[in-house]
């Protein structure tokens, strides 16, 4: 049992270890199910009209899959944000999370005068995008950098070890595992942490997330005792992003289609 439990955590160490998505679809489909469970019955009937029939989990990581194709091979740089050291947002001219964001809402305030794949498409960006905000380390601060770390004796990138390695080496839940332990706080929690706009929410997760580089220096080496200390740090930090994120896309879609 102990050596299988070693090959598979050998084997999700050498998926993730080169992985640039933000969360991973387990993440972002746990997102999009959080945020479904808090959609208005309006909101759901008239988004879920867009959708083929399909849940927005299932559009959850679309722009991941799709990032690579020519028709939206400009959407690359979108899938995170800039900040100053004081974790105001920095815009970029070539596009990023917020910007991609906020004109797909400006679109969506006016579904029912736009075609149904712009409609489609501004929902698509909208379900990945909130939760790529979220991420740590696609909130670029300033001294921002990929660089490498060993974790137990198995070589690591900082950025994919947020993106997908927190997650995989946690529970391994599916979405709704994921929904049915984090999905517990209440309405008065839920509204404190939706109030404001997705610029106030990126100023807040780059406050939240400067401490990711206090965990984990470059070439750093943890020992055994020291990766699970780190994991037992960074899971319940990784979990409460991707919570937010859940619960702020509901409001989203909320305001828009609700």
Not at 74 to 80: A, K, N, P, R, V
């Amino acid at each position: 049992m102990m050596k299988k439990n070693f090959l598979l955590l050998t084997a999700v160490l050498l998926c993730w270890c080169g992985s640039a998505f933000a969360w991973g679809k387990s993440g972002h489909d746990a997102i999009a199910y959080i945020a479904e469970r808090h959609l208005t019955p309006k909101a759901k009937k008239n988004i879920e009209k867009y959708l083929d029939g399909r849940s927005i989990v299932y559009y959850a990581s679309w722009m991941d899959v799709y990032r690579h194709t020519p028709a939206y091979k400009m959407t690359s740089g979108w899938h995170g944000d800039k900040v100053d050291a004081d974790g105001k947002y920095v815009p970029n001219a070539k596009g990023d999370a917020v910007q991609c964001i906020e004109e797909a809402m400006a679109k969506l305030k006016d579904y029912r005068n736009q075609d149904d794949s712009t409609v489609l498409v501004s929902i698509k960006y909208l379900v990945h995008l909130v939760g790529d905000m979220h991420c740590p380390v696609h909130v670029k601060l300033p001294w921002y950098r990929n660089f490498k770390f060993d974790l137990n004796g198995r070589p690591c990138e900082f950025h994919s070890f947020w993106d997908s390695g927190v997650l995989d080496l946690n529970h391994r839940w599916g979405y709704m595992e994921y929904c049915h332990q984090l999905d517990r706080r209440t309405k008065k929690e839920i509204r404190q942490i939706t109030a404001g706009t997705p610029r106030d929410w990126l100023g807040q997760s780059a406050r939240d997330c400067r401490v990711i580089y206090e965990w984990i220096k470059p070439d750093q080496k943890f020992s055994k005792d020291e990766a699970r200390d780190l994991l037992n740090t960074v899971h319940p930090f990784a979990e409460e992003q991707i919570l937010k994120a859940g619960y702020r896309l509901a409001a989203v879609l909320n305001e828009l289609f609700g």
